[in-house]
DNA sequence: ACGCTCGATAAGCAACACTGATGGGGTGGG
DNA sequence: CCCACCCCATCAGTGTTGCTTATCGAGCGT
């Protein structure tokens, strides 16, 4: 189980093609066939099928085991990287779309600081691997629970905020004229699922006891305008934090009742923070 | 990163010894020296101090990565192993001392299971790597919470039972009469810190604000009645759950009024179990 | 001062991991 | 229908790696 052919094997897996994969990654196609067969050998079964080239059960187990691997590999590099030398520049810090609430957007510096937005899963994986010095991730929790978060890597997490949620909803919906709703009530509604943007529905349907919330258009990228426009036009509902939620002409956004859920936002780094970045964390965390 | 280099550095850091580390694995001294030279020319940063052999601070992060990845490779080959071929020998259910509450044990089969009881990070570790089939893991949650697991692997867990806590006090205590407890009350006593038997003394430390709740004597084992004895000889407190925290001479169990936490045990497994360990699966969850 | 143990280093050798070339099986175009 | 093409498997060759044995210098206890 060579971290190199572990490699090959994810990318052979995601082009579904071993002559691709050797371009992507340098080698000659023979090369690439080797890893494959000698990882095969290794595990003792076969881990993909050729023409056409898919993996076979016991090759989507190791699928899903080798990124959260291959992550970790990389983190405890940047880890030891960083203990090593600390060279203390530009302070970047990676943030999920909904985790930048006006608390967090007050206490940023006025230059100096680059933001990334990116995916939920992105955020943790950033920090450990050195490609961001703090981040920001959100999520629903009880409230003053901490949110679930993958342990990637030894990593480090404070509440910065927490405020309430609300649905957004098409002004033609029956219910928009509500001063609030229960979750429960709108399970069998049809919900935008935009993971990236930080609508954890499988979230909501395990609170919702495994049922409902079932998804209508599914939207990939980070950009919540296109959400809200979306809700606006009638294709799903979504839930989002209160400042987020903003009520756009033809949406309108009621608080939640029920469950007593927020939205909370946490700030994760790895290690402890030096330099700019403590300045930057010690003010995101005076907020809370 | 060689998995095998990896494993080296664990072994000589854990031994503070090459050439007992050379032994250990049947490799020559010169060979450990190698392989822990190559890592350091890797990383670009010694990792160990020789004479004595000690973790540099770059070590003592990769020490703190080693141990993850290496039990997730293990797990990623049983996974695969698992799905490859399902022999379906005799099943084995890893456990938590504490974990063995009366509707666990009531749903065990007569006979044709073995029961490991492990620590509590050994639990899942077990079952990733295919040293159990099944598992049962205990701690401290909010009522109908999950508890927080490491996810060394792909993991899923079913609540199995929930009950309420108890605080063992020495009889001699001046608490000892009363009816419940509060447990912020005892945050200044000192407590027996037993990580193996499930007394999660750090958890309660952060469910206290991070103070408090200083430990007494470490009591090394999964042993409970030890621990007991040792509650009712005066060393410290005990926080178990009802049915194990039984009074015994010369100690009473106090319910716990606040916070309101309770002890829940979950099942967890790796991937969807089949043939006994299902029957068994149903059975305990039918007990929640 | 001596002997012992520990870790680093040098040299040798076998196994390994690539490359380039070749072959067989499937597919699409002429 | 057959040929050209693309794909992956396999083979032989070669440079590199990874291990062993052997030797050395340094610290430590006697």
Same mark, same amino acid.
């Given at each position: 189980?060579?971290?190199?052919?572990?490699?090959?094997?994810?990318?052979?897996?995601?082009?579904?093609?071993?002559?691709?994969?050797?371009?992507?990654?340098?080698?000659?196609?023979?090369?690439?066939?080797?890893?494959?067969?000698?990882?095969?050998?290794?595990?003792?079964?076969?881990?993909?099928?050729?023409?056409?080239?898919?993996?076979?059960?016991?090759?989507?187990?190791?699928?899903?085991?080798?990124?959260?691997?291959?992550?970790?590999?990389?983190?405890?590099?940047?880890?030891?990287?960083?203990?090593?030398?600390?060279?203390?520049?530009?302070?970047?810090?990676?943030?999920?779309?909904?985790?930048?609430?006006?608390?967090?957007?007050?206490?940023?510096?006025?230059?100096?600081?680059?933001?990334?937005?990116?995916?939920?899963?992105?955020?943790?994986?950033?920090?450990?691997?050195?490609?961001?010095? *703090?981040?920001?991730?959100?999520?629903?929790?009880?409230?003053?629970?901490?949110?679930?978060?993958?342990?990637?890597?030894?990593?480090?997490?404070?509440?910065?905020?927490?405020?309430?949620?609300?649905?957004?909803?098409?002004?033609?919906?029956?219910?928009?004229?509500?001063?609030?709703?229960?979750?429960?009530?709108?399970?069998?509604?049809?919900?935008?699922?935009?993971?990236?943007?930080?609508?954890? *529905?499988?979230?909501?349907?395990?609170?919702?006891?495994?049922?409902?919330?079932?998804?209508?258009?599914?939207?990939?990228?980070?950009?919540?305008?296109?959400?809200?426009?979306?809700?606006?036009?009638?294709?799903?509902?979504?839930?989002?934090?209160?400042?987020?939620?903003?009520?756009?002409?033809?949406?309108?956004?009621?608080?939640?009742?029920?469950?007593?859920?927020?939205?909370?936002?946490?700030?994760?780094?790895?290690?402890?923070?030096?330099?700019?970045?403590?300045?930057?964390?010690?003010?995101?965390?005076?907020?809370?």
């Amino acid at each position: 189980m060579d971290p190199h052919l572990l490699r090959t094997y994810v990318t052979v897996a995601r082009l579904a093609s071993f002559s691709a994969a050797a371009r992507e990654l340098g080698y000659t196609q023979s090369a690439v066939s080797q890893h494959i067969a000698a990882l095969e050998q290794d595990l003792g079964t076969p881990l993909l099928t050729r023409r056409p080239v898919a993996p076979t059960a016991a090759g989507e187990r190791l699928s899903e085991h080798a990124g959260p691997l291959l992550l970790r590999l990389d983190a405890a590099r940047a880890d030891i990287a960083r203990t090593a030398a600390a060279p203390e520049q530009g302070l970047t810090l990676a943030t999920t779309p909904t985790a930048l609430g006006p608390g967090v957007l007050a206490s940023l510096p006025a230059a100096g600081a680059t933001l990334r937005v990116l995916p939920r899963d992105a955020v943790p994986a950033a920090v450990v691997t050195g490609g961001a010095d *703090l981040g920001l991730v959100d999520g629903l929790a009880a409230p003053s629970d901490p949110l679930r978060l993958p342990d990637v890597a030894p990593l480090t997490t404070r509440g910065v905020a927490e405020e309430p949620v609300r649905v957004l909803l098409p002004a033609t919906h029956p219910l928009a004229g509500r001063l609030a709703l229960r979750l429960g009530d709108l399970a069998d509604a049809r919900w935008l699922d935009a993971p990236d943007a930080g609508l954890p *529905l499988d979230r909501l349907r395990a609170l919702n006891g495994g049922r409902g919330f079932r998804p209508s258009v599914r939207c990939e990228g980070t950009d919540l305008r296109s959400l809200t426009a979306l809700a606006a036009a009638g294709h799903g509902l979504a839930l989002l934090p209160a400042s987020a939620a903003v009520s756009v002409p033809g949406a309108v956004a009621v608080p939640v009742s029920e469950p007593r859920v927020v939205h909370r936002v946490e700030l994760v780094h790895a290690g402890v923070p030096a330099g700019a970045a403590a300045v930057l964390a010690a003010a995101l965390t005076a907020v809370a």
